[in-house]
Structure formats: structure tokens, C-alpha cells
């Protein structure tokens, strides 16, 4: 390892320095953003932008959808038709409009027993009960999800799930799995929501849950987490166009899920013009070069470097506690995931931490923050508990 972790030093940051950041998971930042934001903005000058974004965009318009109709095609290997598709003001907004209309208060959404943390302080806030299921290497495991459905009964609502480069764990659901998944939810009348937002990154992934079981799936694929943090918006797809429109439109007047028009009209214009795939193309060469320099700094934590996502689920050494290891860690200037958030009704998360590699603005950051988490894993602390 690096010279000072040998050395049983712990590697600082500046203290007057802003923590490096490994606790948020965006993608890596890439060269093209920014000529696309001037090319986009340098084009919508050339348009009325005026007109074009004074209104309102409910569920975006017939252009809007065409366009996300065949970025989704990538993932669900035909264009669905534009009117099963709608924008949103990213994926927790959709999620919210879904938990309501389909949960309710007082039911209970199944999710895996580490999930996105944002869905604990949605369920609160909708008096939703979360009821884990049980995971292995694959995500879900069928067995588990049949016994909690004949456990609830019709409280069990519906499931939230990733089953590609599920976050943090990064378990990806083999097909036999997901057709598992979907057999369990079709037997008890199971609502899916599927959060892709990390299944484009792979150049090759396997097809969206969604598929096999279109007509109780709501697949949802944001921007944020692939091309670029500052463009938030997702697309959804719902299982037919009439259930779509019922779901979305009553709730404009009361939430805040419609998509802002300008980051509207930045996303069709980057989908359309091809700059899309090319931002797509360059966050993933980032991603494994990151992945890389993560696996020569903490090759203890046994990486595979050839992965396209840039999360990575750390086991805790056995000689720290969680708490005191993430406080070490932010003494020494670096912000890390801590477990316990990702945990349902369970403390799965009790001896692990995720790092997020992307919000680092440069290699140099990267390096710094990376070697920083590897000297106070093998620095002799005081905060440690005793063998």
C-alpha cells in the first residue's frame, strides 16, 4: 500500500479544507458536460426559449417523450410507445407520486434490506411501512419476497427494487432471477417499481425486471445518475398510457414532480443531438479508471476494477466500530457513506461503508481522499475496539 498507511500514519486532509466527498453518489464529472450546457444554451438561444419554457411541462411534451422513448430503448430493447412515458423531476419525485397512489397510507412497501436511503423518509413521510426482503449476491432472493407476500397479505402493496448495480451493494439480478422476481409479484398482485438509474452505465446489461412483467411495472431511469448531477430529470415508463396519465396528472396542482421546462428542454436536446451517448461514453471511462485507481490504493477491499458503477461496498476491518471508524475517517478530511443508512428493520449495514468515487472533481482529489480512507484503516488508533 501507500508509504504513509506502511508507515501506520494516518494521511490527512488540510483541516481548513472543504472533506472530500465520498459520501453522495454522482457520476464522475465529465469533459463534454460542459461544451454540452453552452452548445445547449447557445442553441435554445436561437429558439423563442421564451415561449418554450413559460408553461408548465405536464409529463413533458409529444418531443420530450419521442426523445426519452428512444434513450429508454437502449434499455428495454424496443422504443416504448411516447404516450407510456413521462418526465419527472427525477426519481424521488416519481417514487413519491408512485408510493402514494399505489401504497397509501398505512401499507407497506417491500424493498431489499439495503435499499436507497431516500425511501425512508418517503415512506414516513406517507405513512408507508418499509418491510425488508432478504438479499444474496443476486439482490432479492424470490424466496424471501414469497414469504413476506403470504406473511402481509394485501398490505404488501408493492416492491421497490434495483436489480441492476443495486445501490450500495452493486448486486446485479441474473435473468432467471428476475423471472423469479416477477412470477412472486404476479401471484400477489405485487405493484414494481424498478429504479434503473444505474443500469445504463454497464455497456452490456442484462433486460430491465420491467420486461418481465410490463403489466405491473414502472420503470424508471433518471439522467443525474449517469450523464451529468446537473440535469435532473427521469424518465418513467408506466405499463400502458391511460394508467400513466391517471397516475401523474391529478397530482400536478398538489406536488412538485413535474419536470422544471429548461431541464426539459437541455435533456431532449442532449438525447437528440447525440451528446447524450457521448457524456454516457466518457462517464464510463471515467468510472473504470476510477475503479482502477480505488483497487491500487485499497487493494485489501478486493475490487474489481472492470465494473462501470462508481459505488463501491466496503467491509469494515474488524477492528473498528462503524461509528468510530466514519468519525476517524472525517477527522482525517473525508466524508464516507456510513452503513446503517442503507439498513430496513435490520443491521445489515452495521460492518460495512460505501464510497461514492464520482464527486471528486479530479484525479488529484480522488487520490488524496482514497489514500486518506487507506491510512486510518491501518493506522493504530485509540478509537479502535480491542481484538
Known sequence: MNNASEAGQVQHVSPKATPIDFGRNFPPP???????????????????????????????????????????????????????????????????????????????????????????PLSALFDIELRAVSMDLEGIVPA?????????????????????????????????????????????????????????????????????????????????????????VAYVVGPNSDVSERVFWPGVRTTNWMVAPLAAEVASNWLASGIGSEILRSVRAETLKRRALAASILPRMQLSPREFNYHLWIDLPDTWQLDAFVKAVLDAGVVVGSGESFAVNNQQGDRKFRIGLGVPSDEEELVRGLTAIASVIDADSGSRVKP
Open 30 to 120: 465529465s469533459p463534454v458536460v460542459q461544451r454540452a450546457l453552452t452548445e445547449a444554451f447557445a442553441e435554445l438561444g436561437r429558439l423563442n426559449i421564451a415561449d418554450a419554457i413559460r408553461f408548465p411541462r405536464f409529463m413533458g411534451t409529444v418531443s420530450d417523450r419521442e426523445v426519452g422513448a428512444l434513450w429508454l430503448s437502449q434499455r428495454l430493447g424496443q422504443t416504448p410507445s411516447a404516450d407510456r412515458v413521462l418526465l419527472t423531476n427525477g426519481s424521488q419525485s416519481a417514487l413519491a407520486m408512485l408510493m402514494a397512489r399505489f401504497v397509501k397510507p398505512g401499507g407497506i412497501l417491500l424493498t431489499e434490506e439495503l435499499t436507497y436511503p431516500a425511501i425512508k
Open 144 to 232: 424471501s419476497l414469497e414469504d413476506a407476500c403470504v406473511e402481509l397479505g394485501d398490505n404488501a402493496r408493492a416492491l421497490y427494487c434495483m436489480p441492476t448495480l443495486h445501490n450500495p451493494t452493486s448486486a446485479t439480478m441474473s435473468v432467471a432471477r428476475r423471472a423469479d422476481i416477477a412470477s412472486v409479484a404476479r401471484r400477489h398482485n405485487l405493484w414494481l417499481f424498478e429504479d434503473d438509474i444505474y443500469g445504463i452505465l454497464p455497456e452490456e446489461a442484462l433486460p430491465p425486471l420491467s420486461l418481465y412483467a410490463p403489466e405491473r411495472s414502472w420503470y424508471i431511469l433518471g439522467l443525474s445518475k449517469s450523464l451529468a448531477a446537473q440535469l435532473r
